[in-house]
């Protein structure tokens, strides 16, 4: 199965032009189909975030200009797992200056209160309701 670097390596091969944004679908489709099965969170998160971009371009919504600029936000989002007392934590960030923290999925962890994210002398995040 393909892993977030090769993933992030083929996308910045495309987003500077060095692989042409159909050569890198092709590939990318190929390597990604069946993601769904991994256990690695953020690979998932990478894949289905660069399908809906994908998506919008096939159906027309977006052209090769804004497909970049879209895919040049995936690359620059690194995501930074903490693990805690309570179980793992997600941090996904975008800057150096702001981030955010994300429940990893089929964690059982309330996000409030006293939790661990208190810790780090951030806001707990509300509860989500997916």
């Known amino acids: 199965m393909v892993s977030s ?3 992030r390596n083929r996308l910045a091969d495309a987003i500077e032009a060095q692989l042409p944004l159909d050569e890198f679908e092709d590939w990318f489709v190929q390597q990604s189909w069946n993601v769904h099965q991994s256990k690695d969170f953020d690979l998932q998160r990478l894949v289905f975030a660069i399908e809906l971009w994908l998506a919008e371009r096939s159906s027309g919504h977006l052209d090769d ?8 936000t995936v690359l620059s989002i690194v995501p930074v797992n903490i693990e805690t007392e ?8 975008g800057s150096s200056s702001s981030f955010t923290l994300l429940p990893v999925p089929g964690l059982q962890m309330p996000l409030s209160g006293r939790s661990p994210v208190m810790a780090f002398g951030l806001p707990a995040l509300p509860q989500s309701t997916h």
């Open 86 to 93: 309570a179980g793992p934590i997600a941090v996904k960030s």
């Open 5 to 7: 670097g090769e993933v």
């Open 65 to 72: 200009d804004g497909l970049l600029r879209e895919l040049r």
